[in-house]
Nanobody
Framework: QVQLVESGGGLVQPGGSLRLSCAAS????????MRWYRQAPGKQRELVAG???????DYADSVKGRFTISRDNAKNTAYLQMNSLKAEDAGVYLC??????????????WGQGTPVTVSE
């Protein structure tokens, strides 16, 4: 099994920054894609950013130029650097990863999420 644990959320003022972390552990052969999603109250879960093992990235239009996704493959950890935060960035940020547990078996895993509040 694979576990994802997010951290780094909290309360920040508009215009501020936060850095989220997502640490994967368990039976990991390799990690393909790591993604960050956002779940705001009353809204659908949306993809915020994704980073493939080949280095390609994908961002929601609303966060381009403000958020940066990165990963440390040696630590099986993904990061989301969030700058110039806005009230509409608030929500629970969830990490998702497509993980090869062996060279023949892969699966999608989710963390529990870390809350981000953007307020004065």
């Amino acid at each position: 099994q694979v576990q994802l644990v997010e951290s780094g959320g909290g309360l920040v003022q508009p215009g501020g920054s936060l850095r989220l972390s997502c640490a994967a552990s368990g039976r990991i052969f390799s990690i393909n894609i790591m993604r960050w999603y956002r779940q705001a109250p009353g809204k659908q879960r949306e993809l915020v950013a994704g980073l493939s093992s080949d280095g390609s990235t994908d961002y929601a239009d609303s966060v381009k130029g403000r958020f940066t996704i990165s990963r440390d493959n040696a630590k099986n950890t993904a990061y989301l650097q969030m700058n110039s935060l806005k009230a509409e960035d608030a929500g629970v940020y969830l990490c998702n990863a497509n993980v090869w547990s062996t060279q023949y078996r892969s699966g999608d895993y989710w963390g529990q999420g870390t809350p981000v509040t953007v307020s004065e």
